[in-house]
């Protein structure tokens, strides 16, 4: 199986900086790979596919880069509502693996 | 608009298995239909799949032999029956549609699984 890691665990910031979150995984995997938000509650939410494309009605300020092992997903400006919970997964293959998650917390 | 719909909370003993179904509406049998779960406070766990068309599931590892993902196209309705309960096998349980490319578009909105003496 393709293990997902994730860097940071969790990340303090405030409204309007600039976070970074990245991914990796154990093997190649090309630029199949998601990234995904989820908020308290709530299922989550498919923000980004193909590494870098945008779901319809993601807002701009997200981005994701990357391919083979390493990939991150940028919020070039933080806005109250992006406050949550962000998991990669590994679309190349099956099992579908996930990362462990970065909680995006309020500073 | 595509929209999925589960079955509502299940409380179960040790040892006893339980099913949860998930409605889909919109293009039922074009899609595969997977289950990833969530436990309390913890990240993603991808449980299984099965495309309606085709008819064969496919799980992962750690379930197999537990876990049993079917889907009747006359109803739009996928099931996944856990059987063998575990405490640990409380989660919310997410039914999603999978796309061609192994992307999670559309989730449903959970359904909680509680495994209690």
């Known amino acids: 199986d393709i293990q997902m890691t994730q860097s940071p665990s969790s990340v303090s910031a405030s409204v309007g900086d600039r976070v970074t979150i990245t991914c990796r995984a154990s093997?190649?995997?090309?630029?199949?790979l998601a990234w995904y938000q989820q908020k308290p509650g709530k299922a989550p939410k498919f923000l980004i596919h193909g590494t870098s494309s945008l779901q319809s009605g993601v807002p701009s300020r997200f981005s994701g880069s990357g391919s083979g092992t390493e990939f991150s997903l940028t919020i070039s400006s933080l806005q109250p509502e992006d406050f949550a919970t962000y998991y990669c997964q590994q679309a190349n293959t099956f099992p579908l693996t996930f990362g462990p998650g970065t909680k995006v917390e309020i500073k | 608009q595509v929209h999925l719909v589960q079955s509502g909370a299940e409380v179960k003993k040790p040892g006893s298995s339980v099913r949860v179904s998930c409605t889909t509406s919109?293009?039922?049998?074009?899609?595969?239909i997977n289950w990833v779960r969530q436990a309390p406070g913890q990240g993603l766990e991808w449980v299984g799949g099965?495309?309606?068309?085709?008819?064969?599931?496919n799980y992962a590892q750690i379930f197999q032999g537990r876990v049993t993902i079917t889907a009747d196209p006359s109803t739009g309705t996928s099931y996944m029956e856990l059987a063998s309960l575990r405490s640990d096998d409380a989660a919310i349980y997410y039914c999603v549609r999978l796309t061609g490319g192994l992307y999670l578009d559309y989730w449903g909105p959970g359904t909680l699984v509680t495994v209690s003496s």
């Open positions: 093997q190649g995997i090309g630029n199949w």
């Open positions: 099965i495309h309606p068309k085709f008819g064969t599931p």
């Open positions: 919109g293009g039922f049998s074009s899609y595969a």
